[in-house]
């Protein structure tokens, strides 16, 4: 079995089992995030032939970035998230003392698998993954092509470095702000929970491929109230745009690889913003009832802490904490807000509403660049 292990180490091996006597390189051998043959070529085939329409057609919106160079950047974005999957995956493998969870935690129990989900649940995201991508691919077209500028080729008045880096935290600070509500929201609302965000939620011991395994409309919906909507109110230019993507998806990640420590470049390179999460912060997240209805923010932990829901979790040995331990919580601000009111199912969705409304109110002015 060992040497069927080191021979070939399959997208399904993670699924199922940890590999035993295997490389660090060794986990780099598969790309298939969900092991599903038909999403990842529905993906390639998609992105290849919006590739070569836009270089056929030479293809560009007002204002934007042209088509060709934005599927570029799709399809380096694809590529880069399945690769820094497997670094995290290898890292999970090979230095168990970074685990956010005790090694033990991660046996199998009841034919489940490494994230505690079984056989008809894995079924059923298997679906929700085919759709996930479907979806998001038709939304960047639409937000291309129904919102001149929203790939904005460059600002209208030239801009310092140290403006961009500004504008940058600001977008960042705000894609948090807005995630962290609809988060929020779909862990207060009944119908939202049972129907949509509990299917992310099955995993109780998460690792870095388990980031996008949800269903469709979570991922679509975090995808408009994220960077869509900060985009639009905080817009980056060019590359920063995409460095912009490139950090939230090692943020989405590193949250769920069930690592922590230097090996989690996102996280570590955040560490110097107020209140920062790290993922052992996350990981508490899904170990808790109902998925724990604490520590929802993404890009940062400051709105946990500003909304009264951070909680720490394990810290792992590495860090000079105790992994079986749960630190439940600290009070390092005098104002944390009561916000409790907005724990209802109806009134935790007004946050959203607000922003949304601000969002309609620009694109309706026509201002984005």
Not at 93 to 98: A, F, K, R, S, V
Request: glycine share 6%; with cysteine.
């Amino acid at each position: 079995m060992e040497k069927e292990e080191n021979a070939n180490i399959s997208a399904c091996v993670y699924v199922t089992y940890i590999p035993k006597n295997v490389k660090f390189s060794e986990h780099f051998s598969s790309l298939m995030l969900s092991s599903d043959r038909l999403a990842t070529a529905m993906e390639v085939s998609a992105l290849s032939l919006l590739t070569g329409i836009a270089w056929l057609y030479e293809i560009q919106v007002e204002h934007s970035k042209s088509l060709f160079e934005v599927a570029i950047a799709m399809c380096a974005l694809s590529l880069f998230k399945r690769i820094y999957n497997n670094y995290l995956e290898a890292v999970f493998c090979t230095y168990p003392e970074n685990r956010t969870q005790p090694v033990k935690d991660h046996a199998l129990k009841n034919k489940k698998d490494l994230a505690g989900r079984d056989k008809d649940q894995l079924a059923i995201l298997v679906t929700q993954d085919r759709l996930n991508f479907i979806s998001r691919f038709c939304l960047d077209l639409l937000v291309y092509f129904m919102i001149p500028g929203f790939y904005l080729e460059k600002y209208s008045q030239p801009c310092s470095f140290l403006e961009r880096i500004l504008q940058l935290l600001l977008n960042h600070y705000f894609m948090s702000f807005s995630m962290y509500w609809f988060h929020r929201a779909q862990h207060k609302n009944p119908w939202f929970w049972k129907n949509i965000h509990s299917l992310h939620h099955w995993a109780k011991h998460p690792i870095s491929r388990t980031t996008y395994q949800d269903h469709w409309l979570d991922n679509f919906g975090m995808a408009v109230t994220g960077h869509i909507f900060a985009q639009i109110l905080f817009p980056l230019d060019g590359y920063m745009f995409w460095f912009s993507r490139i950090v939230r998806v090692c943020e989405s990640l590193e949250k769920h690889s069930g690592v922590t420590g230097i090996y989690t470049l996102a996280y570590s390179a955040q560490q110097w913003l107020p209140f920062a999460a790290m993922p052992y912060h996350h990981d508490w997240h899904h170990e808790g009832f109902k998925g724990g209805n604490f520590s929802f923010a993404a890009l940062g932990g400051v709105w946990d802490q500003v909304f009264g829901t951070r909680r720490v979790g394990r810290v792992p040995e590495s860090l000079g904490g105790t992994s079986t331990a749960m630190k439940n919580g600290n009070s390092d601000l005098s104002f944390t807000l009561d916000t409790r009111f907005l724990d209802g199912p109806y009134t935790c969705f007004i946050p959203i509403i607000g922003i949304a409304g601000l969002v309609f109110l620009k694109v309706s002015m026509g201002i984005i660049y």
